[in-house]
């Protein structure tokens, strides 16, 4: 009983601001929810945690300002996504690297193996073989 | 019994390791006894797993915690509907139970296939005990999960320690839901052995044709099906149960089932371009290859401990035995490839830019470029402190921002694929095709902004699934125009019978429909609300629509948990609606653990969903957390008819047999046939 009446989430994120913020880090206890969703009974951090964004979102520092104060006290592992800057900017590039490296890899493939049909003489109809395989593959197609 | 199932996962493991032994055998002398012995080794390895198993299950039901495994993860009081489930719950089980249904889908494609494809199947016999010798080399020596709780006694000798009770099952294991969840899941993962054992069988055996494409199209969808399952009923265990609100945190777990299951799904698509074109013969392999690689690196990345995450087991040296089966499987894969790679050249011949084979070649990509990016989130905080130094966290911001976009766009591709006809799509085809749609998407988009819609991703993403219903209304509407004008049946009959004339593509519709639904639902957490509130009995807040009155908390004694529960009522415009009652629960296990049990009022429309979160530290004060999600309920119900949609795909067609009947008999000296044939049959032949 004395466990279930123990710590529990702060009455934080008094404000949309904080709610925000809060969706872009980490708790820190170690269960790896995002802070304001962090709701296990016995969270020794989130408590703390979002009075000190609510304090800071009072006070009028900019986002970017919280996020930073938050990286001093707990290590760059509190943002929930990597910031973009160095090396991990490559985990922003990388997806879309991806993306348009296969895009380019189709254009050539298309290029490559578009053939488009010879046109017929005009008043001549296909061959019977010709007929029939279209026929077929038409049936097998469907 | 302990040594009743040591024994009989011994005897699989050297049947497994015969019937690789005299398969390789077999086939190079191509002795036919041999063959079969190999194959009836490989079916028998099933009936020693499960003998294997069920001697686990008899020690969970009698309580016998001389087991380790039993002790730490059963317990007397454990109500008799989780002692099954317990069975998984840990590491050794788990991994019992993946040669269980293994072995079950090795029996079953062996059986099936017995005196067939004899130059194939005797390659996938060994392909598939190979995968079982590793995974039954972890049962038998490295988790076992028969090893006894021992002591050294007075003499010095070793004794067994029974313990009088167990630690108990996980209380967040302890839900209907999760008891499902890891069986479907684990059905998705060993199903996808399937299609991997026939890709590399028809490689290394230089199988002609694309049977082998024919012959797994159905196990793959299976696979395909119960991994959708899973991860469904995983995404509702979170959010029916975790309490944040959420059913989707982009966890490594949960991320190592997404993955298999998008290559799964383009593997699906690109080897359509196969069966009807021979096109795309090296990416296929190399796709289901790749399905089956990632299957084995979740359950590396679930059991190493290399990624942190809450569903993990405990960290173990097992991940170097899964990191060393990762190896061996990629260089079998490539040294076949190489081997064979003369095997797989096909006439790659495109007529025109706007087809099918074209469309297909964008969904792969989209479908990879999202399994990348889910896989590269997941693995770059690995990779980010080897390069420099600090520790970073990749988590949901990042996942959003960067899958969205592409969610999206392989959204709109489900729209647009199906309706490109194979090699070439005229302009008057695009126009009648599209052209509705297009417009009845557009008007959606632009409606929805002229009424306050404004968050850009969800506005996009509901002018799409406006779109693509449409493009498959449209097809299921003009199938059975032409089926009623035919025939005079009614809309749904036409339907119904459009359907079951070719399945595989209308079940791929229904699936393709299921998919917009869950996107529906998925766009609704643009507007999710949340308020939490200290609240005492007899106080009341709002959100949206509702005011939630509390009326009490009492504390009540469930079969094996102390419970701390909020009684609240609902109302809505001064009407009394429901009563809700959140509670949390404090389980009699050595760790104490605690879960809770989330109110949940679910409409079309949005979710009411409360909460109990404990008291104030300060005042004391009870914590409720209600949120209003929008729109939830379609992921659930997209489910189930993506569902309806895998099992329609899998059934095999019926189709009418019109005129050869009367025009044979005629042939043969019968009667001549009437000027309108009519039907003979309308189920006369089944494909």
Same mark, same amino acid.
């Given at each position: 009983m004395l466990a279930l009446v123990a710590l529990t989430p702060a009455q934080a994120q008094?404000?949309?601001? +904080?709610?925000?913020?809060?969706?872009?880090?980490?708790?820190?206890?170690?269960?790896?929810?995002?802070?304001?969703?962090?709701?296990?009974?016995?969270?020794?951090?989130?408590?703390?945690?979002?009075?000190?964004?609510?304090?800071? %979102?009072?006070?009028?520092?900019?986002?970017?300002?919280?996020?930073?104060?938050?990286?001093q006290d707990f290590g760059a592992e509190v943002i929930a996504e990597p910031p973009a800057k160095g090396f991990n900017w490559l985990a922003w590039i990388m997806p879309f690297a991806v993306v348009g490296g296969g895009l380019w890899v189709i254009r050539a493939l298309l290029s490559r193996w578009h053939q488009p049909a010879p046109a017929l003489p005009s008043g001549s109809a296909p061959p019977p073989d010709v007929l029939a395989r279209i026929r077929e593959e038409t049936d097998r197609e469907e | 019994m302990d040594l009743f199932g040591s024994f009989a996962l011994l005897l699989a493991f050297a049947c497994a390791g015969y019937a690789i032994l005299a398969g390789l055998a077999g086939i190079r002398t191509r002795n036919p006894l041999l063959l079969k012995s190999a194959r009836n080794a490989g079916m028998a390895v099933c009936i020693l797993v499960v003998l294997g198993t069920a001697s686990l299950v008899y020690l969970f039901y009698t309580n016998n915690f001389a087991l380790a495994y039993?002790?730490?993860?059963?317990?007397?009081?454990?109500?008799?509907?989780?002692?099954?489930?317990?069975?998984?719950?840990?590491?050794?089980?788990?991994?019992?139970?993946?040669?269980?249904? !293994?072995?079950?889908?090795?029996?079953?494609?062996?059986?099936?296939?017995?005196?067939?494809?004899?130059?194939l199947m005797p390659w996938v016999g060994v392909i598939l005990a190979s995968v079982q010798i590793f995974f039954l080399t972890l049962n038998c020596f490295v988790a076992s999960p028969f090893s006894l709780l021992g002591a050294v006694g007075p003499s010095g000798a070793p004794m067994i320690l029974a313990r009088a009770d167990g630690n108990g099952l996980n209380p967040l294991l302890q839900y209907p839901e999760m008891a499902a969840h890891p069986p479907n899941l684990y059905l998705g993962?060993?199903?996808?052995?399937?299609?991997?054992?026939?890709?590399?069988?028809?490689?290394?055996?230089?199988?002609?044709?694309?049977?082998?494409?024919?012959?797994?199209r159905r196990w793959t969808m299976v696979a395909w099906g119960f991994q959708s399952v899973g991860i469904l009923l995983g995404a509702h265990w979170a959010y029916a149960v975790l309490g944040w609100g959420g059913y989707w945190a982009w966890d490594p777990v949960e991320n190592a089932s997404l993955m298999p299951w998008l290559t799964?799904? +383009?593997?699906?698509?690109?080897?359509?371009?196969?069966?009807?074109?021979?096109?795309?013969?090296?990416?296929?392999?190399?796709? %289901?290859?790749?399905?089956?690689?990632?299957?084995?690196?979740?359950?590396?990345?679930?059991?190493?401990?290399?990624v942190s995450s809450v569903h993990a087991f405990a960290q173990s040296s097992i991940g170097q035995w899964f990191a060393g089966f990762l190896v061996l499987i990629l260089a079998v894969c490539l040294l076949a490839y190489f081997k064979n790679r003369d095997y797989l050249k096909s006439d790659n011949q495109l007529d025109?830019?706007?087809?099918?084979?074209?469309?297909?070649?964008?969904?792969?990509l989209i479908l990879l470029a999202a399994c990348f990016a889910v896989l590269w989130g997941t693995l770059f905080p690995v990779i980010s402190e080897a390069f420099t130094g600090n520790k970073i966290s990749v988590g949901p911001p990042f996942f959003n921002k960067v899958n969205i976009p592409i969610g999206l766009f392989l959204l709109f591709l489900t729209g647009v694929g199906p309706l490109l006809a194979w090699r070439k799509t005229s302009a008057d085809s695009l126009i009648r095709n599209f052209g509705w749609p297009l417009v009845g998407g557009a008007l959606a988009g632009a409606a929805a902004f002229a009424g306050g819609f404004r968050h850009f991703y969800a506005l996009i993403c509901l002018a799409l699934?406006?779109?693509?219903?449409?493009?498959?209304?449209?097809?299921?509407?003009?199938?059975?125009?032409?089926?009623?004008?035919?025939?005079?049946?009614?809309?749904?009959?036409? %339907?119904?019978?459009?359907?079951?004339?070719?399945?595989?593509?209308?079940?791929?519709?229904?699936?393709?429909?299921?998919?917009?639904?869950?996107?529906?639902?998925?766009?609704?957490?643009?507007?999710?609300?949340?308020?939490?509130?200290?609240i005492h009995p007899g106080e009341q807040f709002s959100i949206g629509p509702y005011t939630l009155l509390c009326q009490e908390f009492e504390t009540r004694q469930g079969p094996n948990y102390t419970a701390e529960r909020a009684t609240i009522e609902v109302t809505r415009n001064g009407k009394s609606l429901l009563m809700l009652y959140p509670e949390r629960r404090q389980f009699n296990t050595a760790n104490n653990e605690t879960g809770t049990m989330v109110s949940i009022y679910s409409t079309a429309r949005e979710d009411l969903y409360v909460?109990?979160?404990?008291?104030?530290?300060?005042?004391?004060?009870?914590?409720?957390?209600?949120?209003?999600?929008? !729109?939830?309920?379609?992921?659930?119900?997209?489910?189930?008819?993506?569902?309806?949609?895998?099992?329609?795909?899998?059934?095999?067609?019926?189709?009418?047999?019109?005129?050869?009947?009367?025009?044979?008999?005629?042939?043969?000296?019968?009667?001549?046939?009437?000027?309108?044939?009519?039907?003979v049959s309308p189920y006369g032949a089944q494909h």
């Open positions: 008094k404000t949309d601001r +904080a709610k925000a913020i809060g969706h872009r880090m980490f708790c820190m206890c170690g269960c790896k929810q995002i802070l304001v969703e962090c709701n296990h009974v016995g969270c020794t951090m989130s408590t703390a945690m979002l009075k000190k964004l609510d304090a800071e %979102v009072a006070s009028g520092k900019s986002d970017d300002l919280i996020l930073q104060a938050f990286v | 039993v002790a730490e993860h059963s317990s007397r009081d454990l109500p008799s509907f989780y002692k099954l489930p317990a069975l998984w719950s840990g590491q050794q089980g788990s991994l019992l139970f993946w040669s269980f249904l !293994l072995s079950i889908y090795t029996f079953f494609v062996l059986f099936t296939n017995r005196g067939k494809h004899p130059e993962y060993t199903g996808f052995t399937i299609p991997f054992a026939f890709a590399l069988a028809a490689l290394l055996g230089r199988y002609p044709g694309e049977k082998w494409i024919h012959l797994t799964g799904t +383009a593997f699906l698509h690109s080897v359509m371009m196969q069966e009807k074109r021979g096109m795309m013969k090296v990416w296929n392999i190399w796709l %289901v290859f790749i399905t089956f690689l990632l299957c084995i690196l979740g359950t590396f990345l679930t059991r190493s401990g290399v025109s830019m706007v087809s099918r084979e074209s469309s297909f070649l964008f969904n792969n699934c406006v779109f693509v219903t449409l493009t498959i209304g449209g097809e299921f509407f003009r199938g059975a125009k032409v089926i009623r004008a035919r025939t005079g049946m009614n809309w749904l009959s036409a %339907v119904s019978e459009l359907s079951l004339r070719n399945t595989r593509r209308y079940g791929g519709y229904v699936i393709h429909f299921g998919i917009v639904l869950i996107f529906v639902g998925l766009a609704g957490s643009a507007f999710n609300k949340d308020v939490q509130q200290a909460v109990y979160a404990g008291r104030d530290p300060d005042s004391g004060a009870p914590i409720v957390h209600a949120y209003l999600n929008p !729109l939830v309920k379609w992921i659930w119900i997209g489910g189930f008819v993506l569902i309806l949609g895998t099992g329609l795909s899998i059934l095999p067609n019926q189709r009418v047999a019109i005129v050869l009947s009367a025009a044979r008999q005629y042939a043969e000296g019968g009667p001549a046939p009437a000027t309108s044939p009519a039907p």
